[in-house]
């Protein structure tokens, strides 16, 4: 693993996706009635994932796996192993917090989303972030409302950022998420598939995404061999060893 795909960790914090083996959990729904708008929301107290993640851009191809574990509305926690079980990066994020060790290259960061917003010129909360991963609704006062045959198309203005949902009329589930950059035309595209029960509750167990960013498309892709939703409580380890160089 080279320093490039360390750092597109933190692109995958806008994007990710589940595939495979489902392990049965606790999970519960939360149905919604916003408006005109019924959907059916993971909750959760905490989740966690084996994965492989794909990441394609201008420099290529690379693959590697990878460890996800969160706490809902707290934590989100990310592990990289390429092989061998030695691990080559970790990732902590919390409200207000990003921090990343890079061990092949002896690195670390210890920042804001402030950071986030200006690597990939989209600006994104935790909470925006969370949603993105469990592909969950989020309600967001004033909405555009337009109903089709099979799916609610919903639009929310945040300040400079257009949000589309569109959602399953009769799944009830979140199918896509477009996020546009009105100012820089920076836009994430996120598409959830292959919908599988966790439990009791419907969730994506495929996802396609994709990042335009100053006019190149990166992809991002999520494969996930075990995920479980449970209420015991999960560590997020995070210790920076004394001879790493601060980035």
């Known amino acids: 693993m080279n320093k490039q795909l360390v750092y597109c960790l933190l692109g995958l914090l806008f994007l990710t996706a589940c595939k495979k083996d489902v392990i049965p959990t606790t999970a519960t729904t939360a149905t919604e009635t916003i408006g005109k708008v019924t959907v059916q929301n993971l909750d959760f107290t905490y989740l966690s994932a084996r994965s492989q993640i794909k990441i394609e851009d201008k420099n290529g191809s690379q693959s590697s796996g990878m460890s996800l574990r969160m706490k809902k509305d707290s934590v989100i926690w990310v592990s990289v192993v390429p092989g061998l079980g030695i691990e080559a990066a970790r990732l902590k994020v919390t409200r207000d917090s990003v921090f990343l060790i890079n061990r092949i290259h002896k690195e670390y960061l210890a920042t804001d989303f402030a950071f986030l917003s200006n690597r990939f010129k989209v600006d994104i909360t935790f909470d925006v972030l969370q949603a993105i991963l469990t592909g969950n609704y989020q309600p967001n006062g004033a909405e555009k409302v337009q109903e089709a045959a099979q799916l609610q198309h919903v639009q929310q203005l945040r300040q400079n950022q257009l949000f589309d949902y569109f959602i399953g ?66 560590d997020f380890p995070f210790a920076v060893p004394a001879d790493y160089k601060r980035l």
């Open 169 to 234: 009329v009769e799944s009830q589930k979140l199918q896509q998420l477009n996020i546009t950059d009105q100012q820089t035309s920076n836009k994430i595209m996120v598409k959830y598939d292959s919908f599988q029960p966790i439990g009791t509750v419907s969730f994506a167990h495929a996802l396609a995404a994709q990042v335009l960013h100053a006019g190149q498309t990166s992809s991002f892709t999520l494969n996930h061999t075990k995920i479980a939703v449970v209420d015991e409580a999960l």
